[in-house]
């Protein structure tokens, strides 16, 4: 072998003089853009500058024969979402105005800091004015924030950022893998959000929508036809297999349906509301069956469709599963009943395992979701009592499931999880909710009263930390003084602030839905202590510790701050008719897709 190798030597290096002869000979300002290299149907493409892979389109692994093409029944008349506002008193204008304004000022000052110091990259760093690149480098918080620029009414900017966005390449990338549902929550979904605000006047933002559309349809292209969430976009590109995960996370699974949908219904191409049916079936097929009837696991193997995981959750890994169901069933017009189907039999099991009253001293009656470990579908299910700033999406979600399906006692529910994640903030110093506590819950839901050694029994039982605390009140309160454990709380497992969306969320959607004084009140409250706390130099920070009333800041500033957080404070902020949930449903990172007429 070794004689072989010696062999090529010279040929080699004969080929390398001729090419460079070639190439360092041409004209100046004449370039190779790329050098393409053929096999068997498949086309790999390389920058001449970077020798980066480009996607292009290629022939499928595993083409689909017979797509599934978009429901074409005749839609049903679906009830009216938001309450009926009556006209606004001019002193009432006047405060609410002033709100709003401090809002889009907020607004302002972090995307100053974006554009003069990260612009083009994914996200800032708001206290060092650097950036990061944390989801394949294609300015993340830029595309993320273009339909919150067109409702705050800042259009110079968002001009400017549509000039940028002619430069970003989303055919390749350093990243040798995607988060696919990342990318199409932020990207594709910003994208579209842009699109509908603007009726279509921009064609850029449905061409930009189309080439990432069409770039995450390559990580469909697996045997079975489920996504591989982490996608090795370079094997596709190479024509090599890929094969989804046999750990795969719920809610990278299970939500793609409002972007995808939004591409067929625009572009009339029926190949990415089939890509994401053919997941919605296979959820439905295997909800019954799982270790809690209703409910789908943490993780699932989307190799093998099997839905063996025993945990259970509608928080972080799983959330956005269940909040596409009600708005599919929107933006599909009721065209089928499956995804009612699919929220009904999600919300019994959730009503029935996952919610649970806290205890707190003044009785107030407010629900939480919490985690479920479920052995086996037969046995006894004890709640973790978890609350996690991500599950605080539920209430808003099940506020829209109360009005669109029909089901007004279930608003009660709504309000109770809404007002828990109100309660959540306002206990803490900072009046920020943390990332994730622990809550003493309530042995009856209706006859909750308060009681001290119920609160410390359940502090000292939070294995492990405390495994080896002695069994005695005085114990439980040097706990309390040393962890500033509020009336209620038991363990914060996380006291970080992320900048987080999920509770302004749920307040928005129900200030909208209810008309109720309170949830305006509870935002503007939740507005000022986030802004006083994390505003930076560059922008606005993550901050690590809400039990300090100074606490420390994080270098980060993520892209849902801008797309997200900001938008539904600015929103609760506006006049009804703004995006309204009767005209527009808004994607797990609030860009608002124009519901069909």
């Given at each position: 072998?070794?004689?072989?190798?010696?062999?090529y030597?010279?040929?080699t290096?004969?080929l390398?003089s001729a090419?460079y002869?070639?190439?360092?000979?041409l004209?100046p300002?004449?370039?190779?853009s790329y050098t393409?290299q053929?096999?068997?149907?498949?086309?790999?493409?390389?920058?001449?500058d970077?020798n980066?892979?480009?996607?292009?389109?290629?022939?499928?692994?595993?083409?689909?024969a017979?797509?599934?093409?978009l429901p074409t029944?005749?839609?049903?008349e679906i009830?009216?979402?938001?309450?009926d506002?009556?006209p606004e008193?001019?002193?009432?204008?006047?405060?609410?105005?002033?709100k709003r304004?401090?809002v889009?000022e907020a607004?302002?000052?972090?995307?100053s800091?974006?554009?003069n110091?990260?612009?083009?990259?994914?996200?800032?760093?708001?206290?060092s004015g650097?950036?990061?690149t944390?989801?394949?480098?294609?300015?993340?918080?830029l595309?993320?924030?273009l339909?919150s620029?067109i409702i705050m009414?800042?259009?110079d900017e968002?001009?400017?950022?549509l000039?940028?966005l002619?430069?970003i390449?989303?055919s390749?990338?350093e990243s040798?893998?995607?988060?696919?549902f990342?990318?199409n929550?932020?990207?594709?979904?910003?994208?579209l959000?842009?699109y509908?605000?603007?009726?279509?006047?921009?064609?850029?933002?449905l061409?930009k929508?189309?080439?990432i559309?069409d770039?995450?349809?390559?990580s469909f292209?697996?045997r079975?036809r489920?996504p591989?969430?982490r996608w090795?976009?370079?094997r596709?590109?190479a024509?090599?297999?890929?094969?989804?995960?046999?750990?795969?996370i719920?809610?990278?699974?299970?939500?793609?349906?409002?972007?995808?949908?939004?591409?067929?219904?625009?572009?009339g191409?029926p190949k990415?509301f089939?890509?994401?049916q053919?997941?919605?079936?296979?959820?439905?097929?295997a909800q019954?069956?799982?270790?809690v009837?209703g409910?789908?696991?943490?993780?699932v193997d989307?190799q093998s469709?099997?839905?063996i995981?025993?945990?259970?959750?509608v928080g972080?890994?799983?959330?956005s599963?269940?909040?596409?169901?009600?708005?599919?069933h929107m933006l599909?017009?009721a065209r089928?009943?499956?995804?009612?189907?699919m929220y009904?039999?999600?919300?019994?099991?959730?009503?029935?395992h996952?919610?649970f009253?806290?205890?707190?001293?003044d009785?107030?009656?407010i629900l939480?979701s919490?985690?479920v470990?479920?052995v086996s579908k037969y046995?006894?299910k004890?709640?973790e009592?978890q609350?996690?700033?991500?599950?605080?999406?539920?209430?808003?979600t099940?506020?829209?499931?109360?009005?669109?399906?029909?089901r007004?006692?279930?608003?009660?529910?709504?309000?109770?999880l809404t007002?828990g994640c109100i309660?959540a903030?306002d206990?803490?110093p900072?009046g920020i909710?943390?990332e994730?506590l622990?809550?003493?819950p309530c042995?009856?839901n209706?006859?909750?009263?308060w009681?001290?050694k119920k609160?410390?029994?359940?502090?000292r039982?939070?294995?492990?930390?405390h495994?080896n605390i002695?069994?005695?009140d005085?114990a439980?309160?040097?706990?309390?003084d040393k962890f500033?454990?509020?009336?209620?709380v038991?363990?914060?497992?996380?006291s970080?602030y992320m900048l987080?969306?999920?509770a302004?969320e749920?307040?928005f959607?129900m200030y909208?839905i209810?008309?109720?004084?309170?949830?305006?009140?509870a935002?503007?409250r939740?507005?000022k202590n986030?802004?006083?706390?994390?505003?930076?130099?560059?922008g606005h920070?993550?901050i690590?510790?809400?039990r300090?009333?100074k606490?420390a800041?994080?270098?980060y500033m993520e892209?849902f701050?801008?797309?997200?957080?900001?938008?539904?404070?600015?929103?609760?902020?506006?006049?009804p008719?703004l995006?309204?949930l009767?005209e527009?449903?808004?994607?797990?990172?609030?860009?608002?897709f124009?519901r069909?007429?």
């Amino acid at each position: 072998m070794l004689l072989v190798r010696k062999s090529y030597v010279v040929p080699t290096f004969v080929l390398i003089s001729a090419t460079y002869f070639l190439f360092s000979t041409l004209p100046p300002g004449a370039q190779v853009s790329y050098t393409k290299q053929t096999s068997a149907d498949h086309i790999v493409e390389y920058a001449k500058d970077d020798n980066r892979i480009r996607w292009s389109k290629h022939k499928e692994q595993y083409p689909i024969a017979d797509y599934i093409s978009l429901p074409t029944s005749s839609p049903s008349e679906i009830p009216q979402v938001q309450y009926d506002f009556p006209p606004e008193w001019w002193f009432s204008r006047i405060w609410r105005e002033r709100k709003r304004n401090a809002v889009k000022e907020a607004f302002k000052h972090a995307w100053s800091g974006y554009k003069n110091n990260a612009w083009l990259k994914d996200e800032l760093s708001p206290l060092s004015g650097g950036y990061r690149t944390s989801f394949a480098g294609w300015a993340a918080t830029l595309v993320d924030s273009l339909d919150s620029l067109i409702i705050m009414g800042l259009m110079d900017e968002f001009e400017e950022a549509l000039q940028a966005l002619e430069e970003i390449d989303f055919s390749t990338t350093e990243s040798l893998q995607i988060n696919v549902f990342e990318t199409n929550i932020r990207y594709l979904g910003g994208l579209l959000g842009a699109y509908d605000l603007t009726n279509g006047t921009y064609p850029i933002l449905l061409k930009k929508a189309t080439e990432i559309a069409d770039f995450l349809y390559g990580s469909f292209d697996t045997r079975n036809r489920m996504p591989q969430s982490r996608w090795e976009w370079t094997r596709s590109a190479a024509g090599l297999d890929i094969r989804p995960s046999g750990n795969t996370i719920l809610a990278e699974l299970g939500s793609f349906n409002l972007e995808f949908t939004r591409m067929s219904q625009l572009t009339g191409d029926p190949k990415y509301f089939d890509a994401i049916q053919r997941i919605s079936d296979n959820l439905e097929a295997a909800q019954k069956e799982t270790q809690v009837p209703g409910l789908w696991p943490m993780m699932v193997d989307a190799q093998s469709l099997r839905f063996i995981d025993t945990r259970f959750t509608v928080g972080g890994m799983a959330d956005s599963t269940y909040e596409y169901l009600p708005k599919e069933h929107m933006l599909l017009q009721a065209r089928t009943p499956q995804y009612q189907r699919m929220y009904e039999s999600a919300i019994e099991s959730i009503k029935k395992h996952l919610l649970f009253r806290p205890m707190t001293r003044d009785g107030r009656d407010i629900l939480f979701s919490g985690n479920v470990n479920a052995v086996s579908k037969y046995s006894q299910k004890k709640i973790e009592p978890q609350a996690e700033h991500l599950k605080c999406f539920l209430g808003g979600t099940v506020g829209i499931g109360a009005k669109v399906f029909n089901r007004p006692k279930e608003l009660a529910i709504a309000q109770k999880l809404t007002d828990g994640c109100i309660w959540a903030y306002d206990i803490m110093p900072t009046g920020i909710m943390p990332e994730i506590l622990y809550l003493s819950p309530c042995e009856d839901n209706r006859n909750c009263q308060w009681d001290d050694k119920k609160w410390y029994r359940d502090i000292r039982s939070r294995p492990p930390k405390h495994a080896n605390i002695a069994d005695t009140d005085a114990a439980a309160k040097a706990l309390i003084d040393k962890f500033k454990l509020p009336p209620g709380v038991i363990e914060i497992a996380d006291s970080r602030y992320m900048l987080r969306p999920e509770a302004i969320e749920s307040v928005f959607v129900m200030y909208r839905i209810t008309g109720d004084q309170k949830y305006q009140d509870a935002a503007w409250r939740m507005f000022k202590n986030i802004d006083r706390v994390t505003r930076s130099k560059y922008g606005h920070a993550a901050i690590t510790d809400v039990r300090l009333t100074k606490p420390a800041q994080l270098d980060y500033m993520e892209s849902f701050w801008l797309a997200e957080t900001l938008k539904y404070f600015y929103l609760i902020f506006s006049e009804p008719d703004l995006i309204s949930l009767d005209e527009y449903v808004l994607n797990t990172e609030a860009h608002p897709f124009r519901r069909p007429s």
